[in-house]
Structure formats: C-alpha cells, structure tokens
C-alpha cells in the first residue's frame, strides 16, 4: 500500500445513524459510525482492552461501547468510561482506540492512511462531477491485489482480446504509442489503436498532438476516469481490502439527458453495460501471476505498456516516501 494518502474506504450510504459498521480496508479491521450531527468516525476495529470487534458493539450517545466489557471510547478514540472501575474513576489515557482522520465527500468515506500531519493534502476526487451530472453507482470487489485492478484499467491494448464481443470489436490490434503525460498527480493517457495494416506501431514521438481531453486520468494512489466524453465518464476508487483482495468503487456519470430520473436510468443501464465488460477483465486478472507488480519483477513489457510502467515507477517513489512535487522533478 502507499502510505501517507487518502482513501476511501466506504460509501456513505453504507454507514447509517445508531448502528457501528465493520470492515477490512487496507489490511486493517475498521468500524465506522455516525454522530448526531451527522459527523463520521473511522476507528480501529480492536478494543484496546482484549481485543473484541468494536463493531459489536453499542452506539450510546457520542461514544461506542466495546461488546465484552463495556468500555466506551469517543470520536477521538479516548476511553471515557470503564464500567467494572465506576464511574467516578477516569479512565487511564492508555486505553486509546487508534482513530484515522475521515472526511465524507460527494457520496464517498476517505480516511488518510498514514502519519498524523498537521494539514492534510486535498482528498483526490474530481471536482467537476460533483454537479450537474446524474450518477449510477456500483462496488464489487476482486480477489487480485490492488495493483493488478488498477493496471486492467491502465492497460490500452488488451481491449480486441477479452472484450472481443464488446468495447473491443473492430480487432483494433495495433497500439500506436499511447501518449502519456503526468500532470500533478495525474497521469493522462490518449489511446490510439487501429487495424493491422502492414505498418509498424508508432512511437509516441511519432503521434500528432492530441486534440482532444485525455482518454484516460489516473490519480494517485487509487482514482481512475474513464473520459469517454464531456458529457459521459466512469470513476473508479480501487481500495485494497488487504494484500488479496480489492473493493472497486464505480461510478457512471451522464449528463446528456437533462430530464430527472430519465438521466439516472441512463447511467444505470451503462452501468449494467459497464458491468458485463468489468466481467471480462475480472477471469483473466484474477489469474495474473505473480499476484501484485512491481516496478522491477520480470515482467517483459513493451511500449504499449508505458502507462503501467509509469503508474510502477510512480508507487514505487511513493512507497519510497517521494512526494509527487519530488517525482515530477527527477
Ligand atoms: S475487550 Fe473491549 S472492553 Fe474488554
Ligand atoms: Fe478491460
């Protein structure tokens, strides 16, 4: 995982008012609750006392109390009360849960993995979709390392191979370049793929600059677009759940019917559409060896590879603790 990121790690539909939520994202067992004002809190799932799931537990009036003995910690992880003490006895600071940093934005739960910092970098999320476009929503996870889901979706000529009887008709075989640029925390990736035609695939130096926006947006660590117009994209959140398994979080966005409920169903039947393609990765990625990349593993890679290449050398600079200022620098 790269640490020192936002994530997301919920939608927020998924946690409801009175009622503790657990989970694995990341590698770590997570709750996560509601306050009264709406406010959500995202804690470790392991009572600091002997270790019972928290999600168990009760929700009393802003604190959870842990299922086995009863101890109560608040939204910043304090233990308040130890019943079996009384309740005249404060608790010892000891008794701390380990409480992530969250914010809930446009439907989505983020948690900042990593160190506690004394401001927080933005969350990653795209701006101009949080208005004016109707959204289908939908999560499924795979059991693949995070860094194979996310490849799939980097990955420009594998389309004319499982997606043959869908997105990939026309056998466009050939991969001319692709262009790639990394702009901020973003890499951008045109595509350009044609029939076989007896000439070689071009470098990218040989494409003519791109007059359009890019096909393809990857931020780091984990959020994808699929730009297939202004008016019709496809967001993805892949979270780690842990080293074998991954949640995608999509989202279909239309805004090219205005008319309410009609611009819903629109992104909902792109989004059944969407599904049956993801299907198509899903049986050959989930069979990908060895289960996660990395920047040096082996793998023989050729130029139509460059966007996985360069999303390898990017997490691995992250990893490293490189920030993207440092990287875009080199
Ligand atoms: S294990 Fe949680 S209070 Fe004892
Ligand atoms: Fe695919």
């Known amino acids: 995982m790269i640490q020192n990121q936002w994530y997301v790690i919920l939608r927020s539909k998924e946690v409801k008012k009175g009622k503790p939520v657990g989970f694995t994202r990341l590698g770590e067992n997570?709750?996560?609750?509601?306050?009264?004002?709406?406010r959500v809190v995202v804690q470790s799932d392991i009572c600091p006392h002997r270790g019972a799931a928290l999600h168990q537990g009760k929700l009393m009036d802003e604190t959870i109390q842990c299922p086995f003995h009863g101890f109560e910690f608040d939204a910043s992880g304090a233990c308040q009360y130890i019943p079996a003490r009384g309740k005249t006895v404060p608790p010892p600071k000891i008794f701390q849960v380990k409480t992530y940093p969250s914010q809930e934005r446009h439907g989505y739960i983020f948690i900042w993995y990593g160190e506690e910092q004394e401001s927080y970098p933005p969350i990653p999320i795209y701006e101009e979709l949080t208005s004016g476009f109707d959204y289908a929503d939908?999560?499924?996870?795979?059991?693949?390392?995070?860094?194979?889901?996310?490849?799939?979706?980097?990955?420009?000529?594998?389309?004319?191979?499982?997606?043959?009887?869908?997105?990939?008709?026309?056998?466009?075989?050939?991969?001319?370049?692709?262009?790639?640029?990394?702009?901020?925390?973003e890499m951008q990736i045109w595509v350009y793929s044609r029939k076989e035609d007896g000439s070689p695939a071009r470098k990218a130096s040989e494409l003519a600059q791109p007059f359009r926006p890019p096909f393809l947006h990857f931020r780091f660590p984990h959020l994808w677009q699929n730009h297939i117009s202004d008016d019709f994209r496809i967001t993805v959140y892949f979270t780690p759940i842990d080293e074998g398994n991954t949640i995608m979080y999509t989202r279909y966005y239309q805004r090219m019917v205005k008319v309410p409920l009609l611009g819903w169903f629109i992104a909902w039947l792109s989004s059944i559409f969407s599904i049956i393609i993801l299907h198509q990765d899903k049986r050959v990625v989930e069979k990908q060896?060895?289960?996660?990349?990395?920047?040096?593993?082996?793998?023989?890679?050729?130029?139509?590879?460059?966007?996985?290449?360069?999303?390898r050398r990017i997490r691995k600079a992250l990893q490293d603790g490189k920030t993207i200022q440092e990287i875009n620098a080199e």
């Open 30 to 38: 997570m709750v996560a609750w509601r306050l009264d004002d709406d």
């Open 138 to 185: 939908y999560a499924e996870s795979w059991t693949v390392h995070y860094s194979r889901a996310i490849e799939n979706q980097l990955d420009v000529f594998h389309l004319p191979f499982p997606h043959r009887t869908t997105i990939g008709r026309g056998n466009r075989v050939i991969s001319d370049g692709p262009l790639v640029r990394m702009v901020g925390d």
């Open 289 to 311: 060896l060895p289960i996660k990349s990395d920047f040096k593993m082996g793998e023989k890679l050729i130029s139509a590879d460059q966007p996985i290449i360069l999303y």
